[in-house]
Antibody, heavy 120, light 109 residues
Framework: QVQLQESGPGLVKPSETLSLTCAVS?????????WGWIRQPPGKGLEWIGS???????YYNPSLKSRVTISVDTSKNQFSLKLSSVTAADTAVYYC?????????????WGQGTLVTVSS | EIVLTQSPATLSLSPGERATLSCRAS??????LAWYQQKPGQAPRLLIY???NRATGIPARFSGSGSGTDFTLTISSLEPEDFAVYYC???????????FGQGTRLEIK
């Protein structure tokens, strides 16, 4: 059974960098598929942030591209998200997920999500 | 960017009734359209991928149809556990990009 678990600070100050990690168990990231980050502001809809392949190939949401970095550590079977220069608008539940297909999208396994609040 | 518009925003039905949810794309997405169900406090669950294929473990009462710009999620006979928010999602192969619709809330009438 594939399981994903997000971890990281729940509170980040404005203008700082949000950093989250997604630990994967039950499946080796090196075996394939894209691994992604999706966020959901409180009471709102879903927004794709970006995805990464085990080789390190990345694709980002154009609206966030200038602030986002996604990286992978296959030795630890985990991948990470960094979002710089955060504002209150970045307050959201952040999910990590696996794509069911060989391109970003169609996410079949999800983490439980972690709430990140941007506030001073 | 491809924009997905879902309708209606809210759908009020009773258990046992048939639900029809719509998702329209601003340009053709071929059949690269997925549907998710999300319940309060939970992560989304993949229901349908490639417009009409049920994901693993999804009951047969859920079905998807459509291609190009117009898609439909149908729940043939609503069960109490089906009342939730539903999102559509498209994936572009090049450049790889993913967008979600704004969601349809399915509530008990």
């Amino acid at each position: 059974q594939v399981q994903l678990q997000e971890s990281g600070p729940g509170l980040v100050k404005p203008s700082e960098t949000l950093s989250l990690t997604c630990a994967v168990s039950g499946y080796s990231i090196s075996s394939g598929y894209y691994w992604g980050w999706i966020r959901q502001p409180p009471g709102k809809g879903l927004e794709w942030i970006g995805s990464i392949y085990h080789s390190g190939s990345t694709y980002y949401n154009p609206s966030l591209k200038s602030r986002v970095t996604i990286s992978v550590d296959t030795s630890k079977n985990q991948f990470s998200l960094k979002l710089s220069s955060v504002t209150a608008a970045d307050t959201a539940v952040y999910y990590c997920a696996r794509s069911a297909v060989v391109v970003p999208g169609d996410f079949d396994y999800w983490g439980q999500g972690t709430l990140v609040t941007v506030s001073s | 960017e491809i924009v997905l518009t879902q309708s209606p925003a809210t759908l009020s039905l009773s258990p046992g009734e048939r639900a029809t949810l719509s998702c329209r794309a601003s340009q053709s997405v071929s059949s690269y359209l997925a549907w998710y169900q999300q319940k309060p406090g939970q992560a989304p669950r993949l229901l349908i991928y490639d417009a009409s294929n049920r994901a693993t473990g999804i009951p047969a009462r859920f079905s998807g149809s459509g291609s190009g710009t117009d898609f439909t999620l149908t729940i043939s006979s609503l069960e109490p556990e089906d009342f939730a928010v539903y999102y559509c999602q498209q994936r572009s192969n090049w450049p790889p990009e993913v967008t979600f619709g704004q969601g349809t809330r399915l509530e008990i009438k």
